[in-house]
């Protein structure tokens, strides 16, 4: 239920995002650095707040959960916007979900851990199902060299984050200071590749008109943002990284995989 619910909040997230980047103009780069930004300040501060001594680490766990914030929850965002800015949608999504298939691969050659046949042909079934929902052989056109490798990079960054979130949890660290210091992480990166003062603050002052039969609603982008950054990044990733306690990441993944259908 954890999971299934994070899910649900990111595809609704999806498509608020799309109303944000079409309507306003404002980059997908420039929207993941707002969201990114955005729950790093406020979920920090809550932490800091609430349970400041959870937010006390060592100069190793430091450099982790620096690799953890920019090649996990960084790079995921970036690669898919890369990957969606370059290929057919359907087929980028198809290359991004192989990641619980590399999860389930590290389960069983690096960690050795035991992995049932039945969670191989779910994986199986859940890529093939989702192949079908995108129709893959609708005519994606050919297929861009950068653009693939970019849906791939996703892929493990996707894997990433999930097996360095689990790995942090199995060694005592708790879900919010985790991911209070990966969106820090996170935020630093992207404050680096695109600085904030040259952030198009016009872009977020006016309204816009939602999508579909909600043409005629227009509300402001502030509002949308906000959406974005609390029930679209921290609520979601917080219920994600939670359902670790009680799942096992590759099938957590494979769970994760009724996103596309959702949205």
Do not use: C
């Amino acid at each position: 239920m954890l999971v299934l619910t994070a899910v649900a909040l990111w595809s609704l997230n999806g498509v608020v995002a799309k109303v944000v980047v079409t309507g306003e103009g404002l980059s997908a780069l420039r929207l993941a650095e707002v969201r990114a930004s955005g729950a790093a300040l406020l979920l920090f501060t809550a932490v800091a707040l609430i349970r400041p001594k959870s937010l006390r680490v060592s100069l190793r766990e430091a450099r982790y959960l620096l690799l953890f914030g920019i090649f996990g929850l960084a790079f995921v965002h970036f690669f898919y916007f890369l990957a969606i800015s370059r290929l057919d949608i359907g087929i980028a999504l198809v290359i991004q979900y192989i990641a619980p298939v590399l999860i389930a691969l590290w389960a069983r050659f690096f960690v050795h851990e035991p992995v049932r046949r039945r969670l191989w042909v779910a994986l199986a079934l859940s890529l093939t199902g989702l192949s079908l929902v995108v129709e893959l052989w609708g005519g994606g056109g050919a297929l861009n060299v950068t653009g693939v490798g970019a849906a791939l990079g996703g892929a493990v960054a996707y894997a990433l984050y999930i097996l360095m979130a689990d790995h942090s949890l199995r060694r005592g660290r708790d879900v919010f200071s985790l991911l209070a210091w990966g969106f820090v992480f996170a935020a630093l990166f992207w404050a680096a590749a695109q600085p904030w003062w040259t952030f198009p603050l016009d872009s977020v002052t006016g309204e816009t008109s939602l999508l579909g039969r909600l043409a005629e609603v227009e509300l402001p982008v502030w509002l949308l943002v906000g959406y974005i950054v609390i029930f679209g990044t921290i609520v979601p990733f917080i219920l994600m990284v939670s359902a670790l306690h009680y799942i096992w990441p590759p099938r957590a993944t494979i769970v994760a995989m009724t996103e596309p259908v959702m949205a």
